[in-house]
């Protein structure tokens, strides 16, 4: 997460996907009753979460110009 926007939100989105695929997975095997509302809203905070991370690392690629770039060449010169 070291300053990657939208980082924060994949983590999230993930640990959300994780924990109601745990929910349907114990449903199925009795442990709990499916309620629908809870999963198919669960899914779509999920994948809102990710859409909205996604926008957001293209908007920054699209506004930002990275000019201080070290590359490869740039790191195996020798300062004289």
């Known amino acids: ?3 990657r926007q939208g980082a924060g939100l994949i983590l999230i989105s993930a640990l959300m996907a994780v ?3 745990g ?3 114990l449903t199925f095997h009795g442990m709990f009753k499916l309620n629908e509302i809870v999963f ?3 899914f779509v905070i999920q994948f809102a979460l990710t859409l909205f991370a996604v926008i957001r690392r293209v908007h920054k690629i699209k ?4 000019y201080d770039i070290m590359t490869f ?3 195996t010169k020798e300062k004289l």
């Open 19 to 21: 924990s109601i695929f």
């Open 63 to 66: 506004t930002t110009q990275d």
């Open 73 to 75: 060449d740039e790191a």
């Open 40 to 42: 198919n809203i669960g």
């Open 23 to 25: 929910y349907v997975i």
């Open 1 to 3: 997460m070291e300053s």
